[in-house]
């Protein structure tokens, strides 16, 4: 049985679509069976990291939800169709799906006016973990704590927070940590991203949050401007292996795998 | 046991940079002025603004070089020990002493006055010549080692710490004499350089600690509105259910 990996924060801008991203391409690197589900259905932005832009998108999962397909139509073979940039390429023929949320602002604002079933959501996400076998399933969630973001938490064998060194994400992080232990997630892991280089006691950083959420904390990413200036190009860890933020994501990577 | 202590004297003065250039027979006459002078540990030579007419070198013994700080406290510039000559600048100069001297142990002195000295100049105009010689090869060591000083200032101002890497720039750690006092300087520059180095990086390291501040009242009261709905117990309930179908396919 595979795992459900659910990754997010409590703010916007923590670079989840990002870490999301790169983390499922490291994980299938490992020739694990990986899908990625963007379920930021009010603000997607993960397809972009894929390769996948608003001519080549099919199905969504917003159609999903509305029953116009099943939700493996909604699949994109980022191994099979993706691999057109540097960092991609190298994913080819690795198995890697994703699951796009619609970019058009008609069937945005249909899902934000109507809402949907979430139970719907669940169902699909069980599909896709049964019919592809995958061995681990993304969720890259939309900010804050939100009806399907609670769904996303309940579900998940693994819960990846991410938060900034600041003391407004270390407040909202404490209430998602209460959130997972009151639905019984079974392993919660930090991340720290976006850390202005060389200004925090890394050693005293990490054992307050440890201390703090009592989760250990996977890694301390650096904020860098290589990693904006490239974010919406390609994956960063996979063209840029040997910088430091590639390194750092790779220790979260085995985190996760390591998980029993 | 007076040719011992002329011996002696004209072994002293051979030691100074001001008359190691000179000949035996000088040397000889010059020791004929010398007056012998002992001093008791913290007994005072002389006081900074005394009028001053006499060099002196020291036999045995050490002295400290003092001045006063801006708030009165006394300020120790130098040591000086066997070989060494102070006062040397009153010997041409009737300025007051720029500094004062006080024995730091018992110390034997080679006094030598202004007059003894003036009258064999007068006599030995070639002597004067060997002085003056001696004066101006010490002057020009000295430039040196200020234009060194002045390069030095020009790239610390700038941030540009290279200097104290070459290693061309060791010698200037070693210990400088008092008859040196450029080079000294230059040594104590140097010094400078290097905890000013110092204090730059540990400054560039240090870092922030950040202290994680929570709110524990607004968590308990956040924590409770998201868990008092009926979708959230509904959502909990799922989820365990979920979680054990799970877990007995595995």
Redesign the interface.
Known sequence: ?GKIVSIHSFRGGTGKSNTTANLAAQVALRDKRVGVVDTDIQSPGIHVLFGLDEQKMGRTINDYLHGKCSIGDVAFSVGENGTDSLGRSQLAGKKLWLFPSSIKGRDISQILREGYD??KL?EGL?TLMRELELDYLFIDTHPG?N?ET??SI??SDILLLILR?D?QD??GT??TV??AR???V?NLLLLVNKAVP????YE??KA??EN?YGAPLTSILPLNFEIADNASKDLFSLRFPDHEWSQGLRSVAEAVLSVK | MVNDMTDDTILQLRKTFLFSGLPEDVLSVLSKSIVHRRLSKDEILFRKGDAGDSLFMIGSGWVKIVTEDGLGSQLTLNQCGPGEAVGEMSLFDQAPRSAGVVALSDVTLLELKQDALLKLLDQRPDVALLVIRGISSRLRGSTTYIEKAIEWSKKMAEGDFSFIEQSSSGEFLEHATQEDRAKQFLSEFFKMARNVRAREEKLK?Q?????????EA??KQ??EE??SSD??AN??E???K??EQ?QD??
């Open positions: 049985m979430v139970n669940n069980q704590l009806e609670l769904l309940a579900i060194p003391n270390f407040q404490a209430v209460d959130i009151s639905l019984d079974p060389g200004k925090y006691d005293d950083l307050q949050v703090l | 390291q870092v922030e600690k950040l202290t994680l501040q929570i709110d607004r968590r956040e924590f998201l868990t979708f959230y959502l909990k799922q989820a365990k979920l979680r799970r396919k595995k």
